[in-house]
């Protein structure tokens, strides 16, 4: 350990994260993480251009997203590979929560984005503070699926005007589906041709070009095809409009509208985009690091995609998040530390020196081509296959994320998704399983397996496995279970509990166990317990209920639970009963035995 570390305190790698990751850096890692930077920085720049269209901004937005807030998300992260920038799903959540609100590409517009963009990561940043790393667990994969599923459908929705040359108003899914086909009439086929052609050439060009990112091959060899097409017919013959010049390589300072009225009407949205980029960023640099073998900290994630985004709001930004094509691109080309995110931005100024003139020359439809190249990957089909054939539950999850996404307000959507797991989640909490067991006589050692139908119970003794918690939300459901017990089988007044598979008992589980041991004493029998596990027989000490209960009552093992409630069986029943399924059986005469 190096004297430079020696004095780095837990308090000041939180303020600054950079202090853990400094020390790997020396010659070999700058030059590791230069070359990746150097390939982020060329990925980025048809990245950028595409979700800033897709986001309703100017192309140049999307460049200055994987600029500032990609070296602030290097700065405060935790991950060594994440990289932050313009993503596909958060631009969409942008376009979805401010189109209603101004027109695209407008000033307004502009200064709204900044607004969501400043909110989104106040927000995270409040998360990250209060240690809420662990509520993105609450979102389960099924939603994430169904979510990003239907956001490539809305992006197919929202490009099929610029695919066929159509001028649609921003609008809802169905509005600009219907829209869209009312004038297909009006569609230009040379920009279908471009648009198409782009499309191919970004699905096929990593068969011959496997080194090359398809989406640059896309934009590059579809920007000459219109520049051809425009020469040679003119670009009023062939509709194919262009994205106009960038106005600089380096991003300006911009403030955003923070007024009570725009601060209200953005809340709702600003929360779901924080939701949304969060929620991206985190099983993205979760996946890489199953790879890497590093450990991540949730919290520390949030603090810095909260400051990216409050970054964006003040250098001509939008929402940003953790993109996994360059992430998995930044991992795969070699980086070895967050450096090669911060080359990455400072390589992308120079790229972009180079580049910028000819943005100009990029059409319309060749992003149009691009995105629905991105909407397609978004589609993940082999996991909504997996979904589909193992669990109904899920699959639900993913229908309902699915559906609301598309014909609800693109921001409550995921909400939807989210409450419609924790619903289930409870459904399935709230039915713990019970089990009637009994000894198994095909095996020695006391073995106990379900009842079936070659197996018959103790007539007096009923023996109950309980998987799963015992709490509020489980009481009713566990209650009439032995309800039922008591009224079907009368004759089993002692009822001895296999409890080391009950996960968690609350007041209203312990109380309803008192209840039950009240009535099994007042029927002549008891209520026994064996293999407690420790949190539960705590909780039932603090809160008096193991008095009540009665502590000789509570075994620690199996051998034990049935040895000591045998003893307290009715003798006279054992001696005329011809199940004798205990080995203690055999100490009381039987009905062959008593004549």
């Known amino acids: ?117 400043l909110m989104s990561g106040i927000i995270m940043l409040a998360m990250g503070f209060l240690r809420f790393g662990s509520l993105v667990n609450f979102m389960s994969s099924s939603v994430v699926v169904g979510f990003t599923a239907a956001l490539g459908v809305f992006i197919f929705a929202s490009q099929l005007g610029s695919f066929l040359g159509i001028v649609s108003a921003p609008a809802g899914f169905t509005e600009l589906v219907l829209g869209t086909f009312r004038h297909l009439g009006d569609a230009k086929p040379w920009v279908v041709l471009v648009a198409a052609a782009t499309l191919a050439i970004g699905a096929f060009s990593h068969r011959v070009l496997p080194r090359v990112p398809p989406m640059l091959t896309a934009m590059v060899l579809g920007s000459l095809m219109a520049f051809v097409l425009n020469q040679a017919l003119g670009a009023e013959r ?140 978004l ?61 198994d006589p095909r095996h020695t050692g006391r073995k106990m397996t379900e009842v079936e139908d070659s197996l018959v119970e103790c007539p007096q003794l009923k023996i109950l496995r309980v998987e799963g918690s015992i709490y509020f939300g489980a009481v009713g459901h566990v209650q009439r279970h032995l309800d039922t017990l008591r009224e079907h089988s009368p004759g089993q007044k002692h009822l001895l509990l296999m409890s080391k598979s009950i996960n968690f008992v609350d007041m209203a589980g312990a109380e309803l166990l008192v209840e039950e041991a009240r009535r099994r004493r007042a029927g002549g029998g008891q209520l026994y317990f064996y293999s407690l596990r420790k949190p539960v027989e705590e909780l039932l000490e603090r809160g008096g209920y193991m008095a009540e209960l009665g502590r000789e009552n509570a075994f620690r093992g199996k051998r034990e639970a049935i040895g000591g409630v045998f003893t307290r069986l009715d003798l006279s029943i054992c001696a005329t009963c011809r199940a004798r399924i205990f080995e203690e059986c055999a100490s009381v005469p039987g009905p062959k035995e008593a004549r």
Not at 297 to 310: K, P, Y
Request: proline content about 8%.
């Open 238 to 377: 062939t509709g194919l409009r262009t994205l106009g010049p960038l106005p600089g390589a380096l991003p300006p300072l911009s403030f955003p509208d923070v007024s009570a009225a725009t601060l209200q009407n953005l809340l709702p949205g600003a929360t779901a985009v924080a939701l949304v980029s969060l929620t991206q960023a985190l099983s993205i640099a979760h996946a890489i690091a199953l790879k890497s073998g590093q450990r991540l900290d949730n919290n520390q994630e949030f603090i810095a995609q909260g400051l990216a985004n409050v970054a964006a709001a003040f250098f001509s930004g939008f929402p940003t998040s953790a993109s996994a094509n360059r992430c998995g691109i930044n991992y795969d080309a070699g980086a070895k530390t967050p450096m090669s995110g911060i080359f990455a931005a400072l390589l992308l100024v120079l790229v972009l020196l180079a580049v910028a003139p000819l943005v100009a020359y990029l059409p319309i439809a060749v992003v149009a081509g691009v995105l629905f190249l991105v909407a397609w990957n």
């Open 1 to 117: 350990m190096t004297p430079s570390t020696v004095s780095i305190t837990p308090l000041s790698q939180r303020l600054f994260p950079l202090l853990r990751w400094w020390p790997r850096v020396d010659r070999s890692t700058l030059k590791a993480d230069a070359l990746a930077g150097l390939i982020g920085a060329v990925v980025v720049l048809p990245q950028g251009v595409a979700f800033a269209t897709l986001a309703g901004l100017p192309p140049e937005y999307g460049l200055y997203c994987a600029m500032v807030p990609t070296v602030v998300a290097a700065l405060f992260g935790s991950s060594w590979h994440t990289v932050a920038g313009p993503t596909n799903p958060v631009s969409l959540m942008v376009f979805a929560v401010l189109s209603p609100l101004a027109m695209p590409m407008t000033p307004h517009y502009i200064e709204l984005a900044l607004t969501l963009a």
């Open 379 to 439: 589609i993940d089909f082999p996991r909504i296959r997996k979904i589909l054939a193992t669990s109904r539950g899920e699959s639900a999850v993913l229908a309902v994320t699915f559906f609301a996404t598309l014909l609800l307000d693109l921001e409550f959507a995921i909400l939807v998704g989210v409450l419609v797991s924790l619903v289930l989640y409870l459904n399935r909490t709230s039915h713990p399983i019970l089990r009637s067991l009994v000894p």
